[in-house]
C-alpha cells in the first residue's frame, strides 16, 4: 500500500515543486534603505525613474496612527519590447472616504503615485502616474 502511494504522490508532489518555480519573484529593490516613501497622515509624490514603471507595492497599517499605512515601491525598467516612454500623465483623482478602482487609461503603465491624507475621514486620496510606450497595443490588450 505505502508504495502505491508513493507512486501516486511522488509526480504530484515532482509537479507542484516545478510550478512553483514559474511564480516565485526575487526581493524587490524599494530604494536606498528600505525607507518608507511617506509618515503617517503625510502627503507624498513618488514617481519610477523615466522608462521604469511599478513593479511591487509594500505598505504597513497603524490604526494608532489614524488608520493610515505607510507606503514604499519598486520599480523596475518596462520591458524593451514596448520601446519608449511616448507620453506620461496624471489620472484623476479619487476622492478620500469613496470606493474606487483605478486602471490607467489609454492602455498606460502605472510609474507612480501621489498622496494626500485626511484625517476627518480617516483615508487617502489618490492620484495615478501613468506612463504609455510606443509599442504598446493601441486598445484593450491583455
Not at 4 to 17: D, E, G, H, Q
Not at 49 to 58: K, L, S, T, W
Not at 92 to 118: H, M, P
Request: proline share 5%; aromatic share 20%.
Amino acid at each position: 500500500m505505502d508504495l502505491i502511494l508513493l507512486c501516486v504522490f511522488l509526480p504530484l508532489v515532482t509537479v507542484a515543486r516545478g510550478q512553483y518555480g514559474d511564480y516565485y519573484y526575487g526581493p524587490y529593490n524599494y530604494g536606498d534603505n528600505d525607507e518608507w516613501v511617506n509618515v503617517y497622515r503625510q502627503g507624498f509624490n513618488f514617481q519610477c525613474p523615466h522608462g521604469q514603471v511599478i513593479v511591487a507595492v509594500r505598505s504597513v497599517f497603524s490604526k494608532k496612527e489614524g488608520s493610515d499605512r505607510l507606503w514604499n515601491y519598486a520599480c523596475m525598467p518596462a520591458a524593451q519590447s514596448l520601446g519608449e516612454p511616448t507620453e506620461c500623465w496624471w489620472e484623476e483623482i479619487n476622492r478620500a472616504g469613496t470606493e474606487w478602482y483605478q486602471t490607467c487609461s489609454n492602455n498606460g503603465l502605472v510609474a507612480g503615485f501621489q498622496s494626500q491624507y485626511f484625517p476627518s475621514v480617516l483615508d487617502r486620496e489618490w492620484q495615478f502616474y501613468c506612463c504609455r510606450y510606443s509599442r504598446r497595443c493601441p486598445y484593450s490588450c491583455w
